[in-house]
Structure formats: C-alpha cells, structure tokens
T-cell receptor, first 112, second 114 residues
Framework: KQEVTQIPAALSVPEGENLVLNCSFTDSAIYNLQWFRQDPGKGLTSLLLIQSSQREQTSGRLNASLDKSSGRSTLYIAASQPGDSATYLCAVRMDSNYQLIWGAGTKLIIKP | DTGVSQDPRHKITKRGQNVTFRCDPISEHNRLYWYRQTLGQGPEFLTYFQNEAQLEKSRLLSDRFSAERPKGSFSTLEIQRTEQGDSAMYLC????????????FGPGTRLTVL
C-alpha cells in the first residue's frame, strides 16, 4: 500500500530565504506526482506535475524534483515571500489507479 | 472563470439530515473526482467518474454516501443521515484524459454536522 509522507509538518523561515519541502513515498511505481498549495479554508491549487519519466519541473520561483528510485520528491522555493505562506501538499498517482494518494502537507510560514 | 466550481461553499446541518453537494467541472474534462479532507490531513479519495460512469469507489464511502454524474457533466454527492464524523471539507476535482491526468480542484464545500 502506497504511503506518502511530508516532513516537516510545519516550517517557518524569514522572507527572502530559499527553502526545500520534502515528500517521500513507499512504492516507486508511480505514474506521476503533483505538488499543490492550499490556503487556509480553501481548495487546492496545482503547482507542478512531474511525470514518472521526468526528473524535474519548473514554474517561476518553484522547482520540483523527482527521484523515483529513492521514493523522494522535493519542492524548492526560491526567494521566499510572505505570500508563499500556505500548506503545501504532494500527491502521487499510481500506475493502475486513477486516484491521488496524499501526504498530510507542510505548513509554511514566511516571516516578513 | 472556467475553473471547477462547487456549491454550496458552506453547509451546516443537524445530525440525521440529508445533504447534497454539487460540482461543476472544467467543461472539457471527462474525469471527475470527489475527496474528503479533515483538518490537518491530506485529502482522502472518495470516488471517481469517467464521463457518466462511476469507475471507482473508496471503501471509506459508506452506504450513506452516493454520487452521481448523470450526463457526464456536473456531479452531485449526497450524504444521508449525516453524522458528526461526516464534518469535513468535501473537494471536487476534474481532469482531462491521459496522459497527464492533472487534477484541478474546486474551492470545496465545508460541511459541519451539529
């Protein structure tokens, strides 16, 4: 059974710092992996999707990497801003299944 | 805005009442998903439609839960005889066909059962 873990559960950093959020999964036979952002009480915004054949994806200040063999993905945020404060979740889609399997998220606070 | 929409955004009900939520996906998306999320947790999968066919249903979904997508467009999720444990955010997502199957989420319906 696939399990997705995100550590740490919460992270607080000063504005302007570069930071890395971690996501690990137990079964490497994934189809793709998505990173999402969730603001308090709101729905989910898709940030990046990485196919199993890809190693990384970039969008603006965000860069997501994928290492299937080690069961890990990272989300790198450059030059953090207070507006980046949110909960970041990763989710994987397995080969033979259509649903997403989710981590519990990392709550990020960027201090001005 | 042509994103995923959900109605209502908030619902407060008394235990034992029935509730129904609606999801309107992105118009060209044929795949539709329902998830449930409780505070501090990631979403949990409930059910999945491809067009009007319900292809997968989680074991989390008790007999009190039913979902439909009658014309392959909007979907409804009904909870009968609500219980306090049903209090959660109910999220809907839609996706186009493969290969990416990138899921786009609506704002959610927050259910509170008193």
């Amino acid at each position: 059974k696939q399990e997705v873990t995100q550590i740490p559960a919460a992270l607080s950093v000063p504005e302007g710092e570069n930071l890395v959020l971690n996501c690990s999964f137990t079964d490497s036979a994934i189809y793709n992996l998505q990173w999402f952002r969730q603001d308090p009480g709101k729905g989910l915004t898709s940030l990046l999707l990485i196919q199993s054949s890809q190693r990384e994806q970039t969008s603006g200040r965000l860069n997501a990497s994928l290492d299937k063999s080690s069961g890990r993905s990272t989300l790198y945020i450059a030059a953090s801003q207070p507006g980046d404060s949110a909960t970041y979740l990763c989710a994987v889609r397995m080969d033979s299944n259509y649903q997403l399997i989710w981590g519990a998220g990392t709550k990020l606070i960027i201090k001005p | 805005d042509t994103g995923v929409s959900q109605d209502p955004r908030h619902k407060i009900t008394k235990r034992g009442q029935n509730v129904t939520f609606r999801c309107d996906p992105i118009s060209e998306h044929n795949r539709l998903y329902w998830y449930r999320q409780t505070l501090g947790q990631g979403p949990e999968f409930l059910t999945y439609f491809q067009n009007e066919a319900q292809l997968e249903k989680s074991r989390l979904l008790s007999d009190r839960f039913s979902a439909e997508r009658p014309k392959g467009s909007f979907s409804t999720l009904e909870i009968q005889r609500t219980e306090q444990g049903d209090s959660a955010m109910y999220l809907c997502a839609s996706a186009a066909a493969a290969p990416d199957n990138e899921q786009f989420f609506g704002p959610g319906t927050r259910l509170t059962v008193l």
